[in-house]
């Protein structure tokens, strides 16, 4: 088989790659190893920046996410057993989020590729990435049962954090740089309606916890646990007794139970490869960094870099230069570094400490206190929450 770029991976960066690229003309093939029940299925993200809301609307891929999204205007930061609201708009000069899920933009993209083409393989799983420096790089998969070859012009690695074409990029060219935090999420997805309008992220005395939703009828929360955490040790119940714990302000408010059903446990870590392309292998999306999950910037920073890409292969199919693409790696890791700073420190400041440092919990509080009493310490968590320029 022969393409002009070789997509691996059909999470939200391979999906939205292979759209852009067919609406500007230029033939790929994405090959996924999973198969579709499992990948429209994976419970992940749900915050996405006005950013990423407009690049699946000028991708055509928005309809669903117009009708059903959820816009907010803003979050609620609980500390203290208090609560304060952070007003994007009045913050940022209008900037709103929309909750709409990972699982649904997958669900939109895939009915689209496989609507309109281009071709669109699951359970095909790359095996190696050949020649990345040549003109002609090749992807070796299976896909049912046997073995094929993928000849491309350009290679895009969007495969994920255990994915393998980061690996194809030779020692002497790779950085990486890597935290690991001392404690993971214990994510639910539970039948039952918001207890908030906007999302509640809480610095409770026993650790962090995340109050966002999917609907008007199905709430997502998340709650901080130590690593190594088994699901199982958690019934629902010791679940919903440790939310409402730390969520608990002095005014009057109460958090809704409903059915758990769904659970799972995320370890949490900072990942950053450098560069983003070698040769004729480009890497986007979780491939290429992951941050851990405070402030929702995982799928953004995906997508941001698909929409530099599309950009840049645009560029090269309407006047032949590749300018955009040498710049490809340094813009994307400008912007990258930018979300991996934020999250950082977002998690920082809303999880306890295992070791109870009591130094470390101070200023956590005082960080807090500061964006609580100052506009523009508001409008600096504002303005990175919403999504800095494309560039910055
Ligand atoms: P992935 O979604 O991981 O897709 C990679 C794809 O490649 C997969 O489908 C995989 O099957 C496939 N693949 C892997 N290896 C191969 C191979 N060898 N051959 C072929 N295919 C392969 N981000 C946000 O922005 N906002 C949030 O609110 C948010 N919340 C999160 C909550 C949780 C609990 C978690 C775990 C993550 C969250 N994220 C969030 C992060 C976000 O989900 C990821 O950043 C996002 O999925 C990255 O998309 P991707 O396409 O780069 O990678
Ligand atoms: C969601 C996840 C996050 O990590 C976050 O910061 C906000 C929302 C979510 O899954 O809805």
């Known amino acids: 088989m ?6 691996i991976g059909g999470g939200p960066a391979g999906l939205l790659l292979a759209r852009l690229l067919h609406r500007t003309g230029i033939d790929c093939v994405l090959l996924e190893a999973r198969d579709r029940e499992y990948v429209e299925h994976r419970q992940r993200a749900g915050m996405l920046e006005q950013g990423t809301v407009d690049a699946l609307h000028e991708a055509d891929a928005a309809e669903r996410l117009h009708a059903e999204g ?3 205007q803003g979050i609620e930061l609980r500390f203290d057993r208090e609560r304060h609201h952070i007003d994007f708009p009045t913050l940022t000069g209008g900037r709103t989020v929309t909750i709409y899920a990972q699982t649904e933009i997958v669900k939109d993209l895939v009915a689209l590729q496989l609507a309109e083409g281009p071709p669109l393989l699951f359970e095909a799983e790359a095996l190696v990435i050949e020649k990345p420096e040549s003109a002609s790089p090749l992807v070796r998969f299976v896909h049912e049962g046997r073995e094929q070859t993928l000849t ?5 690695g969007c495969d994920g954090f255990h994915g393998i074409s980061r690996d194809t990029f030779p020692d002497a060219v790779s950085r990486s740089y890597a935290h690991d935090y001392p404690y993971s999420w214990l994510g639910i997805l539970a039948d039952v309606a918001p207890s908030c309008e906007e999302l509640i992220y809480a610095r409770g005395e026993a650790g962090f916890a995340l109050h966002s939703m999917r609907s008007p009828h199905v ?5 901080q646990v130590p690593n190594g955490t088994d699901a199982d040790d958690w019934p629902d119940d010791r679940i919903w007794d440790e939310l409402a714990a730390r969520f608990a302000i002095d005014a009057d408010w109460t958090l809704r139970r409903g059915p758990i059903t769904a659970k799972s446990v995320t370890p949490m870590r900072s990942y950053v490869h450098e560069p983003m392309r070698h040769g004729r292998l480009l890497l986007a999306g979780d491939a290429a960094h992951i941050v851990p999950p405070t402030g929702a910037k995982g799928l953004n920073l995906a997508v941001s870099d698909v929409r530099v890409l599309g950009r840049a292969f645009a560029a090269l199919h309407r006047t032949g230069s590749e300018e955009l693409l040498d710049a490809y790696s340094q813009m994307c890791l400008a912007r990258v570094w930018q979300a991996t ?3 950082y420190d977002m998690t920082k400041m809303l999880h306890a400490q295992p070791d109870g440092d009591a130094f470390e919990s101070r200023l956590q509080l005082a960080r807090l206190r500061r964006i609580a009493a100052s506009r523009h310490a508001a409008a600096e968590l504002a303005a990175n929450y919403t999504g800095l320029p494309l560039m910055p």
């Open 341 to 343: 700073r934020f999250s």
């Open 219 to 223: 709430s997502r929360l998340y709650l």
């Open 2 to 7: 022969r393409t002009t770029v070789g997509i």
């Open 70 to 72: 959820l816009v907010h």
């Open 152 to 156: 491309c012009d350009w290679v895009v």
